[in-house]
């Protein structure tokens, strides 16, 4: 009997996002097939990274390569040279793979915004087929244009129609975020997605619908097993969780700017749903929090933020739940669509605005005024255009009050103006209390006495608080005299268990209080922040010590860097704390630098070794050794490619024909790899010669 020829399927997937849905349609579709994958890891975190760098096989594929396109190009190579680039890279995998391009019998391929692949599909003019998770593929090209900058690269994208359905290659779309377009634009509409009004791709093309959900249940127990096994997925019993946060890989980085001199990227990046999840009036007995494949938070800062809290990595597809075998009360995502497939009691799809445009820092304002109106009983809130109102319609459900944007209601209402320029008149005659920002224009418009301040203070409760701790203040209208006395009344004090910081309302007169007093303590000030226990500011402060010559600013610095060292950040903090120690120069100093770089450069530290190198060199705490200066240095040297220079200088320094030779090879091989330092001490070799 004939063997049936085995068909070679060659899968690429240029986002993270598409692992899933390729690897159940290769054990589904194409389980007796020789199968082969290509990975795109450009953007992806380092939690991400290592873990497909220790992957040894893939369920269902013969082999596979990781590869990282943005590596093997610069945005300002002329086309052609791209063109070269992409053929060059792509062919030396398949070669790798024992394979050439016209051996392949399928292609498949997935992708975000970033598509060599494509291009070089168009180049070689090869038919394949494309997944599509959110109607990526009908993208208008003039949008991916503008947001890549009109490069070279992206120019090539659009001329050879690498991200559309619309190309001649293109056989047929694979959808994977539903069974059906009318599934899908319905997910796209609840999550408030760009995406929602975007078409399906054209039906004269080969188009069909493979959702992990559906196909997971087509899959053997064996096949689940490998699954996995291969993902690390343990099982957690049917265990319940209240609330899950999904977070996508959008953040502010204006607001990260802003403050990364007082927090880690992790305490900025996480700030948004920290706050959220304090104001949210549920109780929050078991937290899970699932990271974006470009996301990771270190342990350490997990529970420095959020303490027996279930922490799913990055780089476990969100398509898989399924298989933790675990029961999810309230599921919130910002700008992520990885709770499409996740199943719920009730989901919150914020809008990326509500990150992208530091939305979230209007959240202490909002619950203020939610606040100030329970106390006055009432339930008709208003708040003004620059509040997305896809935010507040949650929290009109959650809190049960009338949030519209109408103003027409007979009902006496709190109204918060955001830009209160616009309102002045409207609100004049009104019984309404009607809430402002604090601003001279208003002070001026009303007068100070016919105003109260609301004023919203944060206290830092411990060393993992959120990192804007300024004082915020509304102003507070109204010419209703029923109400006036009860706002007299009003004060509250909220406990931010996941922000950090105790909130405190208080009513006063304008006329009590100076806004514009420079005495003011500078809450966010990184002085401030340090002296009450912020670690990321402690370090900064001892980075910022070190350079001065003050040896009581450099015992400042040894203490905060010992304190950061102590609650687990080390990575970051025992370099530095050498380098004080070693520029405080007492001999207890020494003693306790010699200490810390011997137990890090045992461990394999680099800097730990160069460290102990120079102390070697130098005779600090030690007796001078040059040759055990050599070892270390040697040992940075092989594991960093770093410090060659120095490592020739201590082989000079010896200066046996041994050591000069070692140095002279040295030398020769790190100058030949552009290395200034080599090149500068290869001069001098010859110079010595």
Same mark, same amino acid.
């Given at each position: ?73 610069? #945005? ?39 598509? =060599? %692949?494509?291009?070089?599909? =168009? ?9 599509? %998770? ?72 080969? +188009? ?26 343990? !099982? ?49 007995? +078991? ?107 949650? %929290?009109?459900?959650? %809190? ?111 006329? #009590?209080?100076?806004?514009? !007093? ?5 809450? +966010? ?6 002296? +009450? ?16 010559? !003050? ?6 610095? =040894? ?103 070692? =140095? ?26």
């Amino acid at each position: 009997m004939e063997t049936k020829k085995r068909k070679c399927i060659l899968y690429n997937i240029s986002h993270y996002g598409y692992l899933s849905p390729v690897l159940l349609h290769s054990a589904i579709k194409n389980k007796e097939n020789r199968n082969f994958l290509l990975i795109d890891s450009l953007g992806f975190s380092d939690e991400t990274k290592e873990f497909v760098d220790e992957i040894k096989s893939i369920p269902f594929f013969e082999n596979f390569i990781i590869y990282n396109e943005g590596q093997h190009y610069d #945005d300002k190579d002329e086309k052609q040279s791209l063109k070269n680039c992409f053929v060059k890279l792509f062919d030396d995998s398949l070669n790798k793979f024992g394979i050439e391009l016209e051996d392949v019998d399928e292609v498949y391929t997935g992708f975000d915004t970033s598509h =060599a %692949f494509g291009i070089y599909l =168009a180049i070689k003019k090869k038919s394949h087929y494309i997944f599509d %998770f959110n109607l990526i593929t009908t993208r208008p090209m003039e949008v991916y244009i503008y947001l890549s900058g009109a490069t070279n690269y992206a120019e090539l994208i659009c001329e050879n129609n690498a991200l559309t359905w619309d190309s001649p290659l293109v056989k047929g779309v694979i959808y994977t975020l539903g069974s059906s377009h009318e599934e899908i634009r319905k997910l796209l509409v609840e999550s408030n997605s760009s995406m929602k009004n975007r078409p399906h791709a054209g039906d004269e093309k080969d +188009n069909s619908f493979f959702t992990v959900k559906d196909n997971i249940t087509m899959l053997t127990q064996n096949d689940l097993s490998k699954i996995r096994e291969f993902f690390g997925i343990p !099982d957690l019993g049917g265990r319940e969780y209240d609330v899950l946060f999904l977070n996508g890989p959008h953040f502010a980085k204006a607001f990260y700017d802003r403050y990364r001199d007082v927090s880690t990227y992790e305490e900025a990046f996480m700030y948004p749903y920290r706050v959220l999840l304090d104001y949210l009036p549920i109780t929050i007995a +078991n937290l899970a929090i699932k990271t974006h494949p470009k996301i990771s938070i270190r342990a350490v800062m997990m529970e420095k933020m959020f303490l027996e809290t279930l922490y799913i990595a990055g780089y476990i597809p969100s398509e898989l739940f399924s298989l933790y075998n675990m029961k999810i009360k309230f599921s919130i995502s910002a700008g992520s669509t990885s709770q499409f497939s996740i199943t719920a009691d009730k989901k919150i799809a914020l809008p990326r605005s509500y990150l992208l445009d530091s939305n979230f820092e209007n959240m202490n304002k909002i619950m203020a005024v939610i606040y100030l109106s329970d106390h006055l009983g009432l339930d008709n809130v208003y708040f003004s255009r620059e509040i997305p109102t896809i935010l507040t319609s949650y %929290f009109s459900e959650i %809190f049960h009050k009338s949030m519209t944007s109408t103003e027409k209601t007979k009902n006496v209402t709190v109204r918060y103006h955001a830009n209160q320029l616009d309102v002045f008149g409207d609100c004049k005659n009104r019984q309404d209390i009607n809430v402002f920002c604090m601003s001279q224009d208003v002070l001026d418009y009303f007068g100070k006495d016919n105003l109260f301040l609301l004023s919203i203070k944060k206290e830092q409760i411990d060393d993992g608080s959120i990192p804007n701790l300024s004082d915020e203040y509304l102003l507070i209208e109204t010419k209703n005299e029923k109400y006036l006395k009860l706002i007299e009344t009003y004060g509250k004090n909220i406990f931010m268990k996941y922000s950090g910081v105790m909130i405190t309302h208080d009513i006063a007169r304008p006329t #009590d209080f100076d806004y514009h !007093d420079d005495n003011v303590v500078d809450k +966010n000030s990184v002085e401030f922040l340090a002296e +009450n226990g912020n670690l990321a500011c402690q370090r900064i402060l001892a980075i910022r010590y070190y350079r001065t010559k !003050d040896v009581k600013l450099l015992k400042k610095a =040894a203490d905060y860097l010992r304190n950061v060292m102590n609650t687990g950040r080390v990575r970051e903090s025992k370099n530095a704390l050498v380098g004080v120690l070693m520029k405080i120069n007492t001999e207890e100093s020494l003693k306790e630098a010699y200490e810390v770089a011997s137990l890090y450069a045992g461990k394999g530290d680099a800097v730990a070794m160069v460290m102990l190198a120079r102390m070697y060199r130098d005779g600090k705490h030690v007796r001078t050794d040059l040759n055990e200066a050599a070892k270390w240095m040697r040992s940075a040297v092989e594991k960093s490619g770093s410090w060659s220079g120095e490592l020739i200088g201590v082989l000079m320094k010896i200066n046996t024909e041994e050591s000069l030779k070692e =140095a002279y090879e040295v030398a020769s091989l790190y100058a030949g790899k552009g290395d200034a330092g080599a090149v500068k001490m290869l001069a001098k070799l010859h110079g010595t010669s």
